[in-house]
């Protein structure tokens, strides 16, 4: 797609200020907290996995082990009342307990917050493999490609609009319950197949009203690049911190690189620079409004 000159014009300045966001993303917060515990149970647990959920879920395959969690996708033949069931589904697996209010919070988040363009959170539990206790959240399985696996292609124009459209649908969803999602990336957001629809994936990390600080000082959850400069300031935040990372994310899709230039790991290395004299703010960058609740002024969760 080509762009006329007034478009060349404001994507040039919304590089210059993504640039400007990744300085202060890398040099005032300090550390943004890696997604980096791997499982910590071997290569056998996902016998263990099958043997203890047999009864509810079977046909375990493993979609992705790393980060904070490894996901696999199974069958549901039974739901926890009884019921028989057919589901595709993906299971989301922790077994790092130090992490049990923070997943606790993933639960409550995915429970109340309900939109086709939110992941569907159908159940969870605890279970023990082996020794070591794991909690599991089964989630209705997107058929679909995560749109950073899409950009790997180049630009995206036409999947702008549905990106767009969906996951604002799902950030007013969330800001309904007063929760902001926090770490809304091309990779937490997966197009379904034949590219109609879009869905916010990843409730990991989300926060609502009253919820205490889960990392140390100084320290931002998020991912590089992605972040408003009040979530990397560690300031109060609203739904319109979500709406900032959408944009980049629309960005990103529109360009098919992130407004930077620079890939994630060329993000999460960061840039060395000087602080920069005039940060950028959501309101003033981001004229993308997601639905009339964002029309009023948002009140910030903590
Ligand atoms: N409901 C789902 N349907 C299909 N794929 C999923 C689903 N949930 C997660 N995935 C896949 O697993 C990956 C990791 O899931 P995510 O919830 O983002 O976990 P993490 O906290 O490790 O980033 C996603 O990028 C996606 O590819
Ligand atoms: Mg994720």
């Known amino acids: 797609m080509s762009l006329s000159g007034p478009e060349v014009q404001h994507q040039q300045q919304f590089s210059q200020m ?146 767009g459209r969906d996951v604002s649908t799902a950030i007013v969803t969330l800001w309904k319950q007063r929760i902001v999602h926090r770490d809304i990336t091309p990779k937490n957001i997966i197009l379904r197949t034949g590219i109609e629809s879009a869905v916010l994936i990843d409730l990991g990390i989300a926060k609502r009203p009253g919820d205490g600080a889960l990392t140390a000082a100084g320290e931002t959850w998020g991912t590089r690049g992605y972040l408003s400069p009040e979530q990397s300031s560690g300031t109060r935040l609203t739904c319109m911190s979500d709406v900032f990372s959408l944009g980049v994310t629309l960005q990103h899709a529109l360009a098919g690189v992130h407004p930077t230039g620079f890939n994630q790991n060329q993000l999460n290395s960061g840039g060395r620079s000087s602080h920069p004299r005039h940060l950028p703010t959501t309101s003033a960058t981001m004229n993308l409004k997601a639905g009339t609740s964002m029309q009023q002024s948002p009140q910030p969760v903590t």
């Not at 791997?38 to 375990?60: F, K």
């Not at 996708?73 to 697996?93: E, F, M």
């Not at 307990?97 to 409550?108: A, G, N």
């Open 18 to 163: 993504a640039k400007l966001l990744l300085i202060w993303n890398v040099t005032v917060t300090g550390v943004v907290a890696p997604f980096g515990n791997l499982m910590p149970l071997g290569l056998d647990y996902l016998q263990h996995l099958r043997e203890a959920l047999r009864e509810e879920i079977v046909e375990l395959e493993v979609l992705k082990d790393g980060g904070q969690a490894a996901v696999l996708r199974g069958r549901r033949i039974r739901t926890p009342s009884g019921t028989q069931t057919d589901d595709s589904v993906a299971v989301k697996l922790y077994a790092n307990i130090d992490e049990d209010e923070r997943i606790v919070r993933e639960i409550d988040a995915a429970s109340c917050a309900k939109s086709e363009t939110l992941v569907d959170l159908l159940s969870h539990g605890i279970t023990y493999l082996g020794d070591t206790k794991a909690r599991y959240l089964v989630c209705r399985f997107i058929e679909g490609q995560p749109l950073s696996e899409l950009l790997q292609d180049g630009p995206k124009p036409a999947i702008v609009p549905i990106v």
